[in-house]
């Protein structure tokens, strides 16, 4: 059996590597303030696939529930909205502007 | 003939305009959907990785691929150059613009960390309008002469170029 996308193999036990990304996801996100819309959505997000992955034990059933492509690519997807989570703790995007532009600087036309 | 107005296109687009506004409003500066159903966002210089990062990573905007990084020469303004990028989500099946801003002498972050393909436009951008981007691998003319001096796509280069041939 093969995923049919080129360079994916095909991922045994998708569950349970779903299971611990989404934790961590989870706990990644914990340490953004509450009030960030970023942790808001993304938890809605997470929460959402964690529930349906943890209902659903048949895997074609879990790919056309979730209609996201392959469990392999939702394998992908969640590595990297871990890895975006970390690097959102960095950035902290949450904050107010940085600097506003000139004022003539988004007109168009001139 | 006019082009039908896709409502539906549009309405969902300026909901996910407004979802990235309220997610990123750190760096994003304003955003548009202009009629013919494009999302543009107006981004300030320093948030051009955290926001490409986000669009390529999160779940609600997949936006694997950039089709295009282009430069735009307003000479009138402050900081003359705008750096567009064309974005395309192969799982959502939508594009999305992102536009920043710089002068001649600001230095902007490279791309290339988030996407591989910006290797080339970049140089493109350095050779044609003199826009230097930082931790670029490999910066140096692309299109014009070996020993070419001057920038050609700029706005005060003249058609015919200073050296005659």
Known sequence: ?110 | TVRPKNEVEQKQLCAFGEYMAEILPKYIQQVQVTCFNELELLIHPDGIIPVLTFLRDHTNAQFKSLADLTAVDVPSRQYRFEIVYNLLSLRFNSRIRVKTYTDELTPLDSAVSVHKAANWYEREVWDMYGVFFANHPDLRRILTDYGFEGHPFRKDFPLSGYVEV
């Open chain 1, 1 to 110: 059996q093969t995923t049919g996308l080129v360079g994916l193999a095909v991922a045994e036990n998708p569950h349970e590597r779903l299971r611990i990304l989404y934790t961590k996801i989870l706990g990644v996100l914990q340490n953004i303030p509450k009030d960030a819309a970023y942790r808001k959505y993304t938890e809605q997000i997470v929460n959402q696939r964690f529930n349906l992955v943890q209902t659903e034990t048949d895997v074609q059933k879990l790919e056309d529930k979730l209609n996201s492509g392959r469990i392999e690519e939702v394998i992908v997807q969640a590595e990297n909205e871990l890895s975006l989570a970390r690097k959102m703790i960095q950035w902290k995007p949450w904050e107010p502007l940085v600097e506003e532009p000139p004022s003539d600087q988004w007109r168009w036309p001139i």
